[in-house]
Structures are given as structure tokens and as C-alpha cells.
């Protein structure tokens, strides 16, 4: 998912201060009437993309593009020190991540190594994580979800690449709005809430969902990645043709 080329574009009504979607290079910047920024990079928008595939985490149903998240942002109410901000976008999507023990109650659940995308700040890119799939013959139905996701957090130039920090740098009102605590960074999007309390009929005490790092990996799985049964679900089917396994 790419975020385009260089443009200036308004999201608002003729004649009222409207919110600008500014894309340069690989970095989009959201700028709203309330004084807030969102920047978004392209890494961020090919990660959203991994939730269309299945194995990387929960995955949406219906297509996902980095212009719906752009739109969403220059209007959503953003909480003064981030976090998940539930959305709206179309189809939902199915929520396929689960506390392990939780995960392991589904129909003929099975262990298989996995990875998941995640951020390091050593390296200051996404990275694979080895994480646990729990395979189940219940069918992909099971873990639909109307709810979605987008997840913003203040800038922080430790979780940010050289390149964005460099770019936030050479700009005076990106660095005016960080300095006044107005710039946020766009960290994902993903169907399901931040916080869960029932994944594929199974309710739990409500917790959020930590990153990938904090998982467990396959030694101490703390959570898992769901993959539900292919064998009566078009959708499931469909995935599988398309890498090959089917």
C-alpha cells in the first residue's frame, strides 16, 4: 500500500478551514484544523498492508488503502497521548489474534512457527518477529468483526527511522508541532479493537494487545496468530489459490 507522489490535497467543504493531505517522497502528513499533525511513511502503510495476508495478524475483508486512513485521520478525535482510535472502514475484517491460551481452546487447535511484523528501534525498521500460529478447523466466520482500528501515538523520534526523523528535521511547521506536543506518528491499522475481551466466541478478562515483541515467541507464547479452517469458506480458499497452497 502506497501512500502517492507529491501533492497537497483538502478534505473539507468550499469555504471552510479545511484539514491538507500533503504527500513528499515516501511521507504523508495529515494536517488538521485542531493545530494536530498525523505523519505517515510508505513502511507504515506496506505494514497495514500485511493485514490482507493471512498469518501476519487479524486481516481486513474489505480492500484497505492508505487514502481511507488519510481521510479518517485529518478528522477523528485523537486522544492527547495516542492510542487506538476505533473506525469505520468498510467490510471490517476478521479478528484473528488471541491470547495463546485462548487460542488453544478453538477446535483442534495446533501449534506452527510463525512471524509477524514489528518494529525495531535498534534497527529502525519493521522486522519479522517469531511468534505462534495456532492453526483450528473452525471456519473464518467465526472471527468476524465489524470493528476496526487505527493506532497513533505522539511523535517519538526513537521509534521513528533516520529518514523520518531527517524529514521532520528539514520541516519548521512539523517541527513546531513537535515541540508543542501537536505531531503524532500513524503506527497501524487493523480490524478488531486495542483492547480484547472475546476473539472467535471466547471471552477473556479484557486486555490490550501488546506488540509483536512482547509475544513470547514459540518458547513462552503469551499470544498467538489465529489461521482458521480453509476447507468450507470461499474467502479462506480464495487466499490459499492466491499463495499457492491450494
Request: hydrophobic share 35%; charged share 20%.
Amino acid at each position: 500500500m502506497k501512500s502517492g507522489h507529491l501533492m497537497t490535497r483538502g478534505t473539507g467543504n468550499q469555504g471552510e478551514k479545511m484539514p491538507e493531505i500533503k504527500t513528499n517522497g515516501t511521507f504523508t502528513t495529515i494536517h488538521r484544523d485542531d493545530g494536530k499533525i498525523v505523519i505517515a511513511s510508505e513502511m507504515v502503510y506496506d505494514h497495514i498492508g500485511t493485514h490482507g495476508s493471512l498469518g501476519k495478524g487479524s486481516v481486513f475483508s474489505g480492500g484497505i488503502t492508505s487514502d481511507m486512513i488519510n481521510d479518517f485521520l485529518a478528522s477523528a478525535g485523537i486522544p492527547a497521548g495516542g492510542g487506538g482510535i476505533p473506525a469505520n472502514f468498510p467490510g471490517g475484517g476478521y479478528l484473528l489474534v488471541a491470547p495463546y491460551e485462548v487460542a488453544m481452546q478453538f477446535k483442534d487447535a495446533t501449534v506452527r512457527p510463525g512471524t509477524k511484523e514489528d518494529f525495531d528501534p535498534e534497527q529502525k525498521m519493521m522486522v519479522p518477529v517469531p511468534i505462534a500460529e495456532v492453526h483450528t478447523s473452525q471456519p473464518i466466520s467465526d472471527f468476524k468483526t465489524d470493528e476496526t482500528t487505527v493506532l497513533v501515538f505522539p511523535y517519538d523520534p526513537a521509534r521513528s527511522s533516520p529518514e523520518q526523523n531527517d524529514f521532520v528535521a528539514s520541516n519548521e511547521e512539523l517541527n513546531t508541532a513537535k515541540e508543542a506536543g501537536n505531531l503524532y506518528a500513524l503506527a497501524t491499522a487493523f480490524p478488531g479493537g486495542f483492547e480484547l475481551s472475546e476473539v472467535g466466541g471466547i471471552s477473556f478478562p479484557k486486555e490490550a494487545v501488546p506488540k509483536a515483541t512482547a509475544w513470547g515467541g514459540l518458547d513462552e507464547p503469551k499470544w498467538a496468530v489465529i489461521i482458521p479452517g480453509s476447507q468450507t469458506e470461499p474467502t479462506m480458499e480464495n487466499w490459499n489459490r492466491l499463495a499457492g497452497i491450494a
